[in-house]
């Protein structure tokens, strides 16, 4: 793809992201009574009309996953776009390590365990079989290169020395880490090319990696990735049916008007349709992907107010 001169600035990041999720209370068990994010926001919906609950590592805002119950949602078809993984970031090894050792005490299934180089991770999936990574980035003087991009691996990993950081750790379990985010978003795709276009040429997102066979990374202020792109689906996979569970959307947070209008304007040019909110409160826009992924793009300040907005919105 031709180079461009504009790239989202450093500060941009994920948000949250909201999923769609069979069964509400199963749901809030998972992620609020094993992993331990904190209830932040929950909707007041009449009879019929889908609930929401915002979580957080904090109980408050930013709010870091937005669960959306939908009864009788089917199973996401295999070999569908869509969400691979959200990514949940700890601030360091030990608050890894201790959620690593709370999911292990609990006999929970895991699917996987990796050293990326850059990153050590852990891989499991939500009771709706919807993929999570929980890992730890290693300091960035750490990550191995060639050239201009980063070279993440998927080696194993050492779990038994992971495990030992929370063995020395004998602190009380009071929930997630409250520094804890979502720091990327991995997804099916049914074209890299259309893809990296939307992702890089309309958002802005810099490509980090293309070393893996089928799969690209873009980020930000040079992380090592945002967002995770792959065809490991099938090129031309179709999108998932509207009732399945996963992914409705995420957030991208920019911190700055100038270079959140630049995207406005980008995608303008390109002739997409985007719905635009804009109030005293703030401003926010939400494209959508060429595989019909939707992504709120928001100033960093005012990102709250649109995901309020968002989840009075959202199709039920």
Do not use: C
């Not at 500060?11 to 069979?22: D, F, K, N």
């Not at 019929?48 to 408050?60: I, K």
């Not at 990514?87 to 005490?105: G, K, M, Q």
């Not at 730890?136 to 691996?153: C, F, I, T």
């Amino acid at each position: 793809m031709e180079r461009d001169e504009f790239r989202l600035p450093a500060g941009t990041h994920i948000g949250y992201v909201h999923l769609q999720v069979s069964d509400l209370e199963r749901s809030l068990g998972f992620y609020e009574g094993l992993l331990g994010f904190k209830r932040a926001l929950e909707t007041e919906r009449p009879a019929g009309v889908a609930e929401t609950v915002a979580l957080s590592a904090t109980g408050g805002a930013p709010y870091h996953l937005l669960l959306t119950e939908r009864p009788q949602a089917r199973p996401k078809p295999p070999r569908t776009t869509g969400l691979y993984h959200m990514a949940i970031r700890f601030p360091t090894r030990v608050a890894l390590a201790r959620v690593f050792a709370r999911l292990v005490t609990h006999r929970y299934l895991l699917q996987g365990a990796s050293d990326h180089k850059v990153s050590e991770a852990i891989y499991l999936a939500d009771p709706d079989d919807i993929g999570i990574e929980l890992y730890a980035d290693r300091p960035e003087q750490q990550w191995p290169r060639e050239g201009d991009q980063v070279a993440m691996a998927t080696d194993p990993l050492d779990v038994q020395a992971l495990l030992a950081e929370a063995s020395f750790d004998d602190e009380p379990w009071h929930g997630i880490d409250r520094r804890t985010d979502i720091g990327h978003v991995h997804l099916h795709v049914s074209d890299l090319a259309h893809a990296e276009a939307f992702y890089q040429g309309i958002l802005g997102l810099e490509v980090t990696q293309r070393g893996y066979p089928g799969a690209l990374f873009l980020s930000a202020g040079g992380y090592h990735h945002h967002v995770g792109l792959n065809v490991w689906a099938g090129q031309g996979a179709p999108r998932p049916p509207l009732d399945a569970v996963g992914m409705l959307s995420f957030a991208l947070r920019i911190p700055g008007e100038a270079a959140w209008r630049a995207v406005l304007a980008r995608g303008e040019a390109a002739g997409l349709e985007f719905a635009a909110r804009t109030s005293e409160q703030g401003t926010s826009a939400t494209f959508v992907d060429p595989d019909g992924n939707s992504v709120e793009v928001a100033l960093e300040e005012h990102v709250e107010e649109a995901l309020q907005a968002e989840t009075e919105e959202e199709v039920a």
